[in-house]
């Protein structure tokens, strides 16, 4: 399927861990995000890519750490979460940082125990 | 950024036309309105754009008035299918990183 594909879908772990969320897409797009989705809450911007550059980061805990290598991958980095920090993670790409549309992956679900 | 206003949920029956309308009072010259829909533990989806008048796609219409303070998604002849949120979105860089996703409307459709 083209699109936008995020792995894994679900996910729990360990205040302790570490863990990565992977995302991919297929549509050429130059920008890529990561949202944060808490149950009954709107979605969160954390973090922006533009041509694999950083352009936003919004006051996001550094124990969330994004990695660009390519404008068609997209990571995030998990290490010492919070309970808190439960909630759907979502990846979205858009031809630029313009008034293109967001496509969005469906998200990884994230329980940290 | 401009802020946006919607109802909080909406109640339509199938066959229906539903009109959703969202208020951004303080939009900005250069600001396009764009509006997306979301399932259950998916991402959501991009329905239609607009930053003036009236525009249609195979899924649905977006009407904005002349001051485009606000603007209105109707979905014509809804199904249970079309069950979803539905997210209004104002701003100049409505693709990215100056987009503010607010609580969207919640629209249940009923047999």
């Known amino acids: 399927e083209t699109g936008v594909t995020q792995t894994p879908r679900h996910l729990v772990m360990g205040m302790t861990n570490k863990k990565s969320l992977k995302c991919e897409q297929h549509l050429g797009h130059n920008a890529m995000y990561w949202y944060k989705q808490s149950a009954k809450k709107p979605l969160e911007l954390m973090f922006v890519y533009s041509l694999e550059e950083r352009v936003e980061n919004n006051s996001v805990p550094s124990r969330f750490s994004p990695e660009c290598p390519n404008s068609s991958h997209l990571f995030l980095h998990l290490h010492t979460l919070q309970p808190e920090d439960s909630a759907l993670y979502l990846c979205a790409s858009s031809q630029d940082t313009g008034s293109s549309p967001l496509h969005f992956g469906n998200g990884t679900r994230l329980t940290v125990t | 950024l401009a802020k946006t206003t919607q109802p909080i949920s909406m109640d339509s029956y199938e066959g229906q036309e539903v009109n959703i309308t969202c208020s951004h009072n303080n939009i900005a010259t250069n600001d396009y309105i764009t509006w997306y829909q979301q399932f259950p533990s998916q991402g959501p989806r991009f329905i239609i754009q607009g930053y003036k008048t009236k525009v249609t796609n195979e899924v649905a219409s977006l009407f904005i008035p002349a001051d485009r303070k606000s603007s209105t998604l109707s979905l014509p002849r809804v199904s249970l299918s079309d069950t979803a949120v539905y997210y209004c979105?104002?701003?100049?860089?409505?693709?990215?990183?100056?987009?503010?996703f607010g609580a969207g409307t919640r629209l249940f459709v009923k047999a």
């Open positions: 979105l104002v701003g100049t860089y409505t693709g990215g990183f100056k987009t503010i």
